[in-house]
């Protein structure tokens, strides 16, 4: 059914200004950035397809825009929105974690890493820089693609820390297979890095994994040396 087809109070846009958009479905407020559908697909119809075959809101934000473009009914324009949507939403994610005055537990760290990361397709590395109260300075990605603990030098991490004045660092990367599990691979780099660490005096408090099926903290497991 087409939107001018339904009854006013359950069109999307007059739902947001009545209700809010949190009363409002993902394929609700997705038709609303869309705002028209294609020949034999209405919008409600089309966002709802989309979300299906991107595997909901995460897939969604995880796709390029080759991605976009290739969905039968989106041109430029509306890829272009829709592009730019999901930016800003990341963009206010990682301004959520940056203005987060405590960062001194795992679970405070992986609240905001998964909410950018946990969907992640491609591995991720990088660092989180600390002051001397724990108090987030800047979320570094330092790597992208296939990782080993060869491909990560510690010049990468500490440079960062450095540049930023930090007293401390939580290293992290994503598992793109969806298993947070560490690797031994995971270990000895954050091995390595710790010791690198006590060399220039600053600290590498954890090592946090990120995949869709959750978060490990390796401090938490005993692989990181205290």
Known sequence: MRVAELPRPQRPREKLWEHGPRQLGDDELLAILLRTGTRGAPVLEL??????????????????????????????????TLAAALELGRRIARSGLRNRPLLDNPEAVAVHLTTLYAGEGLERFGCLTL?????LIKLHELHEGLRTQASVEPAAVFNAAIRDGAHAVILWHTHPSGDPSPSQDDVELT?????????????????IVVAREGWVSLRQRGLVPR
């Not at 989106?74 to 272009?80: D, E, Q, R, W």
């Not at 002051?131 to 108090?135: E, I, L, M, S, W």
């Open 47 to 80: 966002a709802a397809r989309m979300l299906r075959d991107f595997g909901g809101v995460e897939g969604l934000a995880r796709a390029h825009l080759r991605e976009l473009r290739e969905v039968k009914g989106l041109g430029l324009a509306k890829v272009t």
């Open 191 to 207: 091995r390595r890095l710790w010791q690198a660490g006590e060399l220039l005096r600053v600290a590498i408090l954890d090592h």
């Open 131 to 135: 002051d001397t109260r724990h108090r």
